[in-house]
């Protein structure tokens, strides 16, 4: 008992003194601290003496005060608080007599044995810990701050200055009362090289080494020209100020020799640490993506840091293909700088970093270049990398007139005396806008531009400002042309997706999830229609690789993959669904939708046929609005077009021959709308693109193409577009009546699709009899984009009965629905498996009906879980169903 009694005392007196002495460590810690800086030496002698006289006055009070709060804590007081600390305070017990009962034999031995018990416990008492805090006392912080202010002056300060304050108001100083004369001095390496500053009085003369722009500092004391300083390392010709200053500071900048002569001086010989170069190179080959944005990695190199680094890209005109615009002398151009990307954290002497940029509107974008990188020092030393020789990475177009435009627009930017050049090829592209441009907006900035490029030309004002004007221009009209709507799908889709996933992290509801799950199969939808319809054969370098790793997946697996999100998310399973929908945004940012394969897939369903019918319709749709077109402008130019309304029938629009071969790509922006999924067959991932003018009138021509019964299927070739407009409305009919997927979703979605494009058939045809054809084009348009809608609930309706089949494992006979037929089935609808048992590798969330049924079993469960009049057990198990689905 005696150790835990005798430290609880000390900490109870170390806790008492810091309570009563922490002002006068204070006053002690500030005075200590400026006397290491040096304040006496600097200010006024006045204001030293009057701070001296306050700091003693103040440390004379609180150590006073001190004094009389202090109070030696005794060994009851230790033995008090050490018995507190313990539970039941066992030392006082053991103090304790016993007042009632002590004759009684029976409460003795009670007694005996709660002092025994007592007795064991103050023997495991340990001493009590002290409380130091005084948090309480001093609520401003004013400890810190003193603590603070002693450490920079123990850090940046000195010892020796302390001994000044002994010269105070003596005449002469310290210099009058000195033995001698005395130095200090130190040495501060660049901040760049991490080094510490050294003092020098630390380091015994002989030779020193330090980095270049090494900065020393000496301060000599006493009489003056005691002791002088000579350097030749600092290569100063200008401002070199006396030997006998007493304070001085150069830079190191060459080798040689520092010497402080006179009593107590030293020498030192100062040699140089060698500052190596920086290196850089090109640490692999340049990466590009569609969007024409680079990835150039790169590594450097240095023995302190790089601080900054270029990229210079110059032409390489030598291995240019000079055909074409190119043939011609290119105008001077400045090299292209790029700055190199520095790392943010970290160390700077060695790392690697890719330079990464969108160099497509340059001139230089799809050239040969040369790539030369540069890296600098801290000390402003260059070094710099191999050229290397590559193509600079450029947004590529597949888009025909893109692509046309963009090439026109290098040779702009190559030189302006290809201006002319430019002009006569623009306007040959833009001579027949309804062949070649989906909207007129384009087409009309197209004309905007050339009319603009073609005044310059003309009065001579083409210079380098209107240049880049012009090319501006060109490279939106571009950017129009490729993307057209295909940005705004690509942003719905976006919207759909990041709604979903929020969904999936908020836990929604059942109809929530069925509502946006809809909304993301529409936008994807749209979004693939508007890339297949975007699609053309290329070639050449904007010809997407084959050689990149890639995968192929149908349209059905896209489906079956959206179908297990929502199945996940309603099951309650959000982290799977989050994880399936991640993969999902994977596959639609690196979508491409490539051309089928004619006759690859062996032979045709149903459902395949009928949409191959279907989008034949619309074709033969396209072509009768085409004509339409076209005979409304010769209604109001008669004389723009003579001579061409015999040539234009039986052109795209099958309307009946088309003299000498001519094929017509119908130019109206609604062209190459009618692309339609292929579903089964091993078509994978495709959409096949709209095939106009193929062949030569015949059966590949509304006017000529047999029906079922032999017959032509739109009637004579030479008929009016009214009779043209009716036989495709019967035949329209008959494909809607020989629709499968009769009694699904999908399948009547899509018959009413195709009963809207009849009514507007019918009234398209009472229009053009009327000889109304602006009613008519109008009337067409609604029909196509009925046709539309109904091929593409067709294709959902096939990659539905698809799926249902797949999951079933089995051949046997199904409708559209995806309902086999068979009388062994579960509660939720389910086929039984071939060995006899109920299988359930089926999809519960295959059809509106098995929702139905699954959402009536949730039902009955919640309802028998809440009778009261149930067993327990069984109502923890339906409870544990509810939890689980």
Known sequence: MHWPIFATRLGFAAERIVRAFWPLWIVLASILAALLLGWQDTLPVEVVWVAAVLLVLAAVLTGMIGIRRFDWPTREEAIERLDATMPGRPIAALRDNQAVGATDPASRAVWDAHQRRMAERARMAKPAPADLRLSRRDPYGLRYLALLFLVVGLLFGSFLRVGSVSTLGVPGGADALAEGPVWEGWVEPPAYTGKPTLYLADIPPGTLEVPVNTRI????????????????????????????????????????????????????????????PPTVEVAGPVEADAMGEMSQPFAASDDYEVVAGTATIVLNLDAVDRNYGLATDPDPREPLILDLPMPFTGDRAEFEEALIENLSEHPFARLPVTLTLEVEDALGQIGQSESVEMVLPGRGFFQPVARAVVEQRRDLLWSRDNATRVLQVLKAVSNRPEDLFRSDTTYLRLRFVLRRLENMVRFDQFNAEEQQEIADALWELAIQLEEGTLADARERLRRAQERLSEAIRNGASQEEIAELMQELREATDDYMQMLA?????????????????????????????????????????????????????????????????????????????????????????????????????????????????????????????????????????????????????????????????????????????????????????????????????????????????????????????????????????????????????????????????????????????????????????????????????????????????????????????????????????????????????????????????
């Open 217 to 276: 500092t000496l301060r000599v004391y006493g009489e003056v020209g005691a002791l002088t300083v000579t350097e030749t390392v600092s290569a100063r010709t200008e401002d070199v100020g006396s030997v006998a200053d007493p304070t001085q500071s150069f830079d190191v900048t060459q080798a040689g020799r520092i010497a402080i002569d006179g009593p107590g001086g030293a020498a030192w010989n100062v040699a140089l640490i060698d500052d190596l």
């Open 533 to 885: 319809d975007q699609m053309e054969p290329q070639d050449g370098t904007d010809q997407p690789s084959q050689n990149a790793e890639s995968f192929q997946f149908t349209q059905d697996e896209l489906q079956a993959l959206m179908d297990r999100i929502q199945e996940l998310m309603e099951e309650g399973r959000m982290a799977e669904a989050q994880e399936l929908l991640e993969q999902y945004n994977r596959l639609m940012e690196n979508l491409q939708i490539t051309q089928g394969q004619q006759g690859s897939g062996g032979p045709q369903t149903p459902g395949e046929q009928a949409i191959e019918d279907l989008a034949e319709t619309l074709r033969d749709q396209q072509g009768l609005s085409d004509q339409a077109f076209r005979d409304l402008q010769e209604q109001f130019n008669p004389d723009a077009n003579s001579g061409e309304s015999q040539e234009n029938r039986g052109q795209s629009g099958g309307l009946g021959e088309a003299p000498q071969g001519q094929e017509h790509q119908g130019g109206s922006p609604q062209q190459g709308d009618g692309n339609a999924p292929q579903q089964g067959g091993g078509q994978q991932g495709q959409r096949q693109g709209q095939q106009s003018g193929q062949g030569q009138g015949g059966a590949d021509q509304p006017g000529g193409r047999p029906g079922p019964d032999g017959q032509d299927r739109t009637g004579d070739g030479d008929g009016s577009l009214a009779d043209r407009q009716d036989a495709l409305r019967r035949e329209l009919e008959r494909q809607r009546g020989n629709l499968p997927g009769a009694g699904t979703p999908e399948g009547d979605a899509a018959r009413e699709s195709l009963g809207r494009a009849g009514r507007a058939m019918d009234d398209a045809e009472d229009a053009l009899r009327r000889d109304d054809l602006a009613e008519a084009i109008d009337r067409q348009a609604e029909a196509m984009d009925a046709l539309r809608d109904g091929i593409r609930s067709l294709n959902r309706a096939l990659a539905e009965n698809q799926q249902q089949q797949e999951g079933q494992g089995q051949e046997q006979g199904s409708d559209m629905a995806g309902r086999p037929s068979g009388d062994r089935r579960d509660p939720l609808g389910r086929e039984a498996g071939s060995n006899g048992q109920l299988g359930t590798a089926e999809s519960l969330l295959g059809s509106e009906e098995l929702r139905r049924r699954a959402g009536e079993i949730m039902d009955e469960i919640r309802r028998r879980s809440s009778e009261q009049e149930r067993p327990e057990e069984e109502r923890r198990y339906l409870r544990r169903l509810l939890e689980r689905f």
